[in-house]
């Protein structure tokens, strides 16, 4: 089992930034990937960016300038830079993690990114 414990949300004004940070803990060798979702109500959770083990990153077209994604092996933690804030950044955020070699994901449980003046 694996434990993500998402922290940084919070509300911000349009233009502004915020970090995330998700701090992984248990059977964490087995994880090659992790990264960021969001979600809105009534709509889908949706993939923002994600890191591998080897440091590739992936962001979605929406967030590609803004938004950088970075780990910090030493403390088992994967961080979300968010800079140039949208009000259509508003969302709850999710740390995701996942092994490709045993077939599993696992979330955290969720912080509020709240963007308004």
């Known amino acids: 089992q694996v434990q993500l414990v998402e922290s940084g949300g919070g509300l911000v004004q349009p233009g502004g930034s915020l970090r995330l940070s998700c701090v992984a803990s248990?059977?964490?060798?087995?994880?090659?990937?992790m990264g960021w979702y969001r979600q809105t109500p009534g709509k889908e959770r949706e993939s923002v960016a994600a890191i591998t083990s080897g440091g590739r990153t992936n962001y979605a077209d929406s967030v590609k300038g803004r938004f950088t994604i970075s780990r910090e092996n030493a403390k088992n933690t994967v961080y979300l830079q968010m800079s140039s804030l949208k009000a259509e950044d508003t969302a709850v955020y999710y740390c995701?993690?996942?092994?490709?070699?045993?077939?599993?994901?696992?979330w955290g449980q969720g912080t509020q990114v709240t963007v308004s003046s």
């Open positions: 995701h993690a996942k092994s490709d070699l045993e077939g599993v994901s696992y």
């Open positions: 248990g059977n964490i060798f087995s994880i090659n990937v």
